[in-house]
């Protein structure tokens, strides 16, 4: 017989309906949905009305879009080509392992994320960003959306320094690849099959285009793609042990700064 999980010594044949956990006659509370245990018997829950077809706006997604877009018209207001890389902006915040260390430019690990080569460039990390931040951000909430996506792109940085420490690299493809990580360790934690909905085959063919089209920092996609999926497993993780969701953004957090320690390391 299970114990009860406030008195271990009481076995019990009942559980709470919400959480599951063993509870004893002294546990547990009689509600409309069956037995619940003291923590779940003090929970409220809080009605919406939401209106047919109403998806909660990608805020979050929006906003990163929108700061990738100024610091490209930043590059070209500094001197920078309309179709091709230049410009101040460009050449001070670009990542190239030579100029980064602890006592160097370590901001480029950061600020090369938010740079790109050309229209062309940004363009296809946008539509990117974009489609995988509206089905992503409403699934996790802003914040969990936030770490994210910082986690990925400097674990994006990281496998550039490490793999390609002497070229340059710029680019939101390191964070986008992460941010599909993200999406398909969600997909699979509520059981969505990640071929009929043609995640891996959006895996599968963007990969291919890393590794055999010239030009593209493999490590960027690589390591911000493994960042991603470990920043996921995080937050399944907690959800599953019913931990705060504050904890799991710590963690992330704490992610993003090992990743970033990692990259001053390695340059």
């Not at 207001?77 to 101040?88: D, E, K, M």
């Not at 946008?126 to 910082?150: C, D, K, N, Q, T």
């Not at 680019?171 to 690849?177: H, R």
């Not at 993200?182 to 891996?200: C, D, H, P, Q």
């Amino acid at each position: 017989m299970p114990t009860c999980y406030r008195h271990p010594t009481r076995e019990t044949g009942v559980a709470c309906s919400n959480c599951g956990r063993p509870i004893c006659t002294d546990c547990m509370t009689s509600t409309t949905v069956g037995m619940r245990c003291p923590e779940c018997a003090r929970q409220r829950t809080r009605v919406h009305r939401v209106r047919a077809n109403e998806v909660p706006t990608p805020t979050a997604t929006q906003a990163i879009i929108a700061v990738n877009v100024i610091a490209y018209l930043a590059e070209l207001a500094t001197g920078g080509g309309f179709g091709n890389v230049g410009g101040t902006v460009y050449e001070k915040g670009a990542l190239f392992g030579p100029l980064v260390s602890p006592g160097g430019e370590w901001w480029r690990i950061l600020t090369s994320g938010f740079l790109h080569a050309s229209i062309l460039h940004i363009g296809f990390n946008m539509v990117f960003i974009w489609m995988i931040g509206r089905s992503l951000e409403p699934a996790i909430g802003s914040a969990r959306f936030v770490v994210a996506y910082f986690a990925s792109l400097v674990c994006g940085s990281f496998g550039v320094l490490l793999l390609e420490p002497h070229s340059v690299a710029v680019g939101a493809s390191g964070a986008a690849f992460g941010l599909l990580g993200v999406l398909m360790v969600e997909a699979r934690r509520r059981g969505i099959s990640l071929w009929s909905t043609g995640l891996m085959q959006v895996a599968l063919i963007n990969f291919a285009f890393t590794f055999f089209y010239p030009g593209i920092a493999i490590g960027a996609h690589v390591f911000g793609f493994a960042g991603g999926v470990l920043v996921g497993v995080v937050f399944d993780q907690f959800d599953r042990r019913r931990l705060p969701r504050a904890a799991s953004l710590a963690a992330g957090a704490v992610l993003t700064v090992a990743a970033f320690l990692a990259a001053l390391a390695v340059a």
